[in-house]
Nanobody, 119 residues
Framework: QVQLVESGGGLVQPGGSLRLSCAAS????????MGWYRQARGKQRELVAT???????NYADSVKGRFSISRDNAKNTVYLQMNSLKPEDTAVYYC?????????????WGQGTQVTVSS
């Protein structure tokens, strides 16, 4: 199994910044993708950003130009730098790590960290 430890959430004013971290450990095998999803109250979970092993990134339209995803392969850690935060960014953010082994895909989720953007 893979364990994911998230950190960096909190309360911030509109226009502020936060940096989320997610460290993976355990039976990692091969990492196919690392990313972040979020779920606001009363809404479905949605993709925020992903990054692959070749450093290819993908962002939700709502965060393009404001958020940046990166990874440290040596530390098995993925980061999400969030700038120019808006109240609409308020949600529980979940780290996601997809691993592969013998053509099988495994999806691992962190416990989630609350991000609240409010005056």
């Amino acid at each position: 199994q893979v364990q994911l430890v998230e950190s960096g959430g909190g309360l911030v004013q509109p226009g502020g910044s936060l940096r989320l971290s997610c460290a993976a450990s355990g039976s990692i095998f091969q990492i196919y993708l690392m990313g972040w999803y979020r779920q606001a109250r009363g809404k479905q979970r949605e993709l925020v950003a992903t990054i692959t092993g070749d450093s290819s990134t993908n962002y939700a339209d709502s965060v393009k130009g404001r958020f940046s995803i990166s990874r440290d392969n040596a530390k098995n850690t993925v980061y999400l730098q969030m700038n120019s935060l808006k109240p609409e960014d308020t949600a529980v953010y979940y780290c996601n790590v997809v691993t592969t082994r013998r053509d099988l895909r495994y999806t691992n989720w962190g416990q989630g960290t609350q991000v609240t953007v409010s005056s």
